[in-house]
C-alpha cells in the first residue's frame, strides 16, 4: 500500500493493532494478547512501544493493558474514566481525554473520535463505569491518517471523520453481534470516505459470524479495496 508512505500496520486478531510509523514510533492499540484465541502463535511485540491507546473497558480491549503499560511505559491515551481506573492500578503516563481531543506524540497524532457501543471495566469482579466508548484518528506526519473505529455501530456522522479527517485506511469491525456487521461496515467505510478497509473484530468468538468476503461483496462496486490479512501479517 503505497499510501501508507512507510508505516507499517499489524493485525495482532480481534481488535488489537500494531502501528509502526516511517520514523520510527511505534502505537499499539486494544492489547488482548493472552487470552486471544486469533493473536498469532510465537508473535512477539517490537522491544519498544511509545503509545498504548485504548478505545473501551472491555476485556477483549484491555486485558493486557496494564501489563503492557508496565513493562514498556508507552504514553497511555484513553478516555478519561478509563484512564483514572488504569491510575488507580499504578500505570503510570496515563493521558485521560475525551472526545474531539487529540495528543501529539512526535510524528503521531492520536484523535478521540466517537462510537457507538458501550464501556465497563472487569474489577474485582464487579463491573464498573468505563466511560464512552471510542475510536482514534492516528494522523502521521508526511504519512496516512488511519481510523481505528474500536468497537461501534455505523452512525451517519462518520460522515464528518471523512470531511475533518480524510482518512485512507479505515480499520473496521465486521463480525456483527457485539459490533456492526458486513453490510453496516460496507455503509461505515462509504460514510468515512477510506479507500482501503482493514476487517476486525471477527471469527474470534462463535458469535462474530461477519467475515471480509460478505465485506467485500457489499462494497462491490464502491473501488473501496478490502484488505484483509492474517493476523500477524502487515499492511506496508
Known sequence: MSELNGTAVTWLGHSTVHIETAAGTSILIDP???HNPKY???YVLP????LLLLTHGHSDHIADAVS???KYEPSVVAIFE???WLGSKQVANVIGMNMGGSYVH????ATMVEARHSSSIEDDGRLIYGGEPAGFVITVAGGPTIYHAGDTSVYSDMQLLRELYQPGLAILPIGDHYTMGPKAAAM???YVGASKVLPIHYGTFPPLTGTPEQLRSFLEGTGIEVKAIKPGESLR
Not at 522491544?47 to 511509545?50: F, G, L, S, V
Not at 512526535?106 to 497524532?109: A, F, L
Request: glycine fraction near 4%; charge should be positive.
Open 188 to 190: 461505515a467505510a462509504k
Open 106 to 109: 512526535k510524528d503521531v497524532t
Open 68 to 70: 503492557v503499560a508496565k
Open 47 to 50: 522491544k519498544k512501544i511509545d
Open 32 to 34: 488482548f494478547i493472552e
Open 40 to 42: 498469532p502463535k510465537g
Open 82 to 84: 478509563l484512564a483514572t
